[in-house]
Every structure is written in C-alpha cells, then in structure tokens.
C-alpha cells in the first residue's frame, strides 16, 4: 500500500518489455487507490496507448466515462481508438456497450454485429446484442398506448414478438459458445422461449436452471 512508490517504480518498469504492462496497471491502481482521478485516467489513456492488445486500460476507461455520464468523451475516445485498429473487435464491442448505455439499442446492436464479423465467437457480444433486442421489446410495450380490443393491436404484438425472435439466435449463440457462463445467456433465452411460447423440454431445463439460480 505504498502508493507513491508503486507509482515511482512502476513509471520506470514500464519500459521493460516483459513487465511494462503490469506496471503501467499497478501504476493505474495505485493513483486510483490514492483517489487521484486525473492521473488514473491519464494513465489508462497512455496504458492504451503503450499496450492496445491489453483490454484492461480500455475497459477501465469505457466503465468510468459510462459511470460518470461522460459518454462523449467515451465515444471520443473509443472511435479515436477504432480509427487507429478498425478492426480490433474489442474496440468495435465497447462502441456498442456505450451506445447500450445510452439506451441506443440499434446502434448496440450494429456494433455487436461488427464485433461478431470480425470475431464470430466474441460471447459477450451476442449476449449484449441479445439483451438490446429484449430491452427494444420492454420499451416497445411499455410506450404502447392501445387497447387489446383496438384494431391495431395484433399488428403490434407482431412487432414486438420480432425482437424476441431476434434475440433468439443471439442467445443461443451465446450458449453454444460458453455453455458453462450462465450469465451471459440463461435469463435471457428463458425470456424469449416464454415471450415466444416455446414450450417442450428444453424450456423445462432452462426453467430449472433459472429457479435453482434463484434459491
């Protein structure tokens, strides 16, 4: 917990080729621990600079622009960072997190599609894009203003019955790809099976797994 010497020591052993990585993070600890803001994040900027294959720099820096309702300079800096490795789908997935954060669900939703070209089995991006779809459907019915009697209200439910059936896949892609990561897929999917009416044996798994989550 010496922090100005974790500071000190770790400036100079980031030049080191094996090492620089992990003290340019022991550096951003250090300053954040100390509550000094303006050099954690400096430091995250160079660390990204220094490091740009190493997601922690980044990741911490999206959280604290979302975090602080700076989303602009977020997207400053992450479209700075796409610009520079358009191609690198970490960066491509963070532009869809912040756009998930402001509530921009199509705009998420590009951006996962870019990260899952790039990286067909980037999970956490068809779990984002499975979630932006839902949360499309919860808005849409939320915001609806007509009756069950009305005449437009089966054309309604057959638009929100379309985002459901998108996640679908979403979902289940996630799955197939991290089975054991729960998380990232067994609320969700249960959700659609249900929204959507499918019922079967498959549906009774995913129903027990999600009650025995929540004892």
Same mark, same amino acid.
């Not at 980044?58 to 960072?81: C, I, P, R, W």
């Not at 839902?134 to 638009?159: C, H, M, R, T, V």
């Given at each position: 917990? !010496? #922090?100005?010497?974790?500071?000190?020591?770790?400036?100079?052993?980031?030049? !080191?080729?094996?090492?620089?990585?992990?003290?340019?993070?022991?550096?951003?600890?250090?300053?954040?621990?100390?509550?000094?803001? @303006?050099?954690?994040?400096?430091?995250?900027?160079?660390?990204?600079?220094? %490091?740009?294959?190493?997601? +922690?720099? %980044?990741?911490?820096?999206?959280?604290? #622009?979302?975090?602080?309702?700076?989303?602009? &300079?977020?997207?400053?800096?992450?479209?700075?960072?796409?610009?520079?490795?358009?191609?690198?789908?970490?960066?491509?997935?963070?532009?869809?997190?912040?756009?998930?954060?402001?509530?921009?669900?199509? $705009?998420?939703?590009?951006? #996962?599609?870019?990260?899952? /070209?790039?990286?067909?089995?980037?999970?956490?991006?068809?779990?984002?894009?499975?979630?932006? +779809?839902?949360?499309?459907?919860? &808005?849409?019915?939320?915001?609806?203003?007509?009756?069950?009697? &009305?005449?437009? +209200?089966?054309?309604?439910?057959?638009?929100? $019955?379309?985002?459901? /059936? !998108?996640?679908?896949?979403?979902?289940?892609?996630?799955?197939?790809?991290?089975?054991?990561?729960?998380?990232?897929?067994?609320?969700?999917?249960?959700? @659609? #099976?249900?929204?959507?009416?499918?019922?079967?044996?498959?549906? !009774?798994?995913?129903?027990?797994?999600?009650?025995?989550?929540?004892?």
């Amino acid at each position: 917990n !010496d #922090y100005p010497s974790a500071i000190k020591y770790g400036l100079i052993a980031r030049n !080191d080729k094996e090492n620089g990585n992990s003290a340019m993070q022991l550096v951003a600890e250090a300053y954040k621990a100390q509550k000094d803001t @303006v050099n954690w994040v400096n430091t995250l900027k160079d660390g990204i600079q220094s %490091f740009s294959e190493n997601n +922690y720099f %980044f990741g911490h820096l999206v959280d604290y #622009y979302s975090n602080t309702n700076k989303f602009e &300079d977020a997207m400053a800096f992450a479209d700075q960072m796409i610009a520079k490795d358009p191609k690198n789908p970490f960066f491509l997935y963070v532009k869809g997190y912040l756009y998930q954060s402001m509530k921009k669900f199509d $705009k998420a939703i590009e951006f #996962y599609k870019k990260t899952t /070209e790039i990286d067909p089995k980037y999970t956490e991006a068809y779990s984002n894009m499975g979630l932006a +779809y839902l949360s499309q459907a919860i &808005d849409y019915e939320a915001n609806l203003k007509i009756e069950f009697n &009305d005449p437009k +209200y089966k054309g309604e439910q057959i638009k929100i $019955k379309k985002f459901y /059936e !998108d996640a679908k896949p979403c979902y289940e892609k996630a799955r197939e790809l991290k089975p054991g990561s729960k998380e990232l897929w067994l609320s969700g999917l249960y959700s @659609v #099976y249900y929204k959507l009416g499918i019922g079967g044996p498959e549906f !009774d798994e995913l129903a027990k797994e999600v009650e025995a989550q929540g004892k």
